[in-house]
């Protein structure tokens, strides 16, 4: 399987390099870090960096990992660009680095423990493009991570290990196996003040949705400015469906993190903004942890001064009535297309699926 996704990575990363090339005309670093011998790394990891403003200081990296064709969409796509351009955010992409010997004993995996080798050559890649596209800037700035899958889960850890660093997390079909499972991971009060927004499928049958809202839940109720999604019908896939609601959101959190600096460490006031909530039916399906997966079968969205319906259970805060309208448009729906693919299969058949 990690072969596959080796050769879909090297098929995948040349389109995104010609669709970045044509449709924005911007140039694009690459930067190889080569593993040290005391950390868990097989090889040495490789990135891509784009600056879609580059006549301006850059105030934020958006850092997403290959894993996944769908995924790696939002660091080429026109509107993500544009987001991108107008935030003053560059887009790195970077290329998955398996582990000398994964903790989670699959071969090629990375291991989930970032500061055995991942952390220093994220902070590595970084500084190497600042120096590279002459924003040295880069080198310290905040990240925004997105991450699917088994790099869902790797984030998660990531903001458990340096929280002053980010700036927020998307968390797509979040999920991994011991030691490094979403239940495993319990964040300090500084590392549950970053926003994240973590979004689950209802059928699917790897990361479930069970363990992705408990991860959730512990958090939300300490006050964590988190948002949770469920898109009912969706497996283990497609995230690019969102990107609407996952810019708006992100759009507003990056207001509200500004500091009167102009940094991105301004602590989220949760007392202002809205919150969802959803009422859950379990279906006969199992992931595999062997728990049921559940869609979302109502829901809803008040003031944070109201009370949520007594059938319902936590599910978001949202920065803003207008979120809260997309999100609960977007939950509500019983189904979601899975035609992010190039040959046009669902998730169930495509080869750029990840099974």
């Known amino acids: 399987m ?23 005309h911007l140039q694009e670093f690459a930067t190889t870090v080569v593993a040290r011998a005391d950390e868990n790394l097989a090889e040495s990891c490789t990135f891509k960096m784009t600056v879609p403003a580059p006549d301006k200081p850059v105030r934020a990296v958006w850092l997403t990992y290959d894993r996944g064709f769908d995924i790696m969409k939002y660091y080429d796509d026109p509107t993500v660009v544009t987001f991108a351009q107008r935030h003053e955010i560059a887009l790195v992409l970077a290329h998955q680095c ?12 990375m291991d989930m423990d970032v500061s055995r080798g991942v952390a220093r050559s994220i902070d590595a890649a970084l500084d190497d493009f600042g120096k590279q596209s002459g924003h040295p800037e ?14 869902g889960a790797m984030f998660a850890q990531y903001v458990k290990y340096k929280p002053s660093r980010v700036l927020a997390a998307i968390l797509a079909n979040p999920g991994q196996g011991v030691p490094y499972g979403m239940e495993t991971v319990n964040l300090s009060d500084q590392a549950s003040a970053v926003p ?11 990361g479930g949705t069970q363990r992705p809202y408990e991860y959730f839940h512990r958090h939300w109720v300490r006050g964590a400015p988190w948002a949770f999604l469920v898109q009912n019908g969706i497996p283990h896939c497609c995230v690019i469906n969102l990107k609407a609601l996952i810019l708006d959101w992100l759009d507003e959190v990056i207001q509200k993190r500004k500091s009167s600096s102009g940094s991105f460490d301004a602590k989220i006031d949760t007392h202002r903004g809205w919150t969802g909530s959803i009422r859950t039916c379990s279906s006969e ?7 049921h997966l559940w869609n979302a079968c109502a829901a809803s969205i008040k003031s944070v001064r109201s009370k949520s319906p007594a059938d319902e259970i936590p599910a978001a805060w949202l920065p803003s009535r207008r979120v809260a309208v997309e999100w609960l ?27």
């Open 138 to 151: 880069i080198a310290s700035a905040k990240l925004i991570v997105l991450g699917f899958s088994g790099m």
């Open 285 to 291: 399906r199992t992931d595999s942890f062997k728990e």
């Open 329 to 355: 448009a977007f939950i509500k729906q019983k189904e979601h297309p899975e035609d992010s693919f190039p040959d046009g299969l669902d998730a169930a058949h495509s080869k750029f699926a990840i099974h």
């Open 196 to 206: 994240q927004f973590i979004i689950v499928g209802a059928i699917d049958s790897r």
């Open 98 to 109: 398996p582990a000398k010997d994964p903790p989670t004993r699959e071969t090629g995996e």
């Open 2 to 24: 990690v072969f596959r996704r080796r050769l879909l990575f090297l098929a995948c990363i040349s389109a995104v390099a010609l669709r970045v090339g044509a449709q924005t």
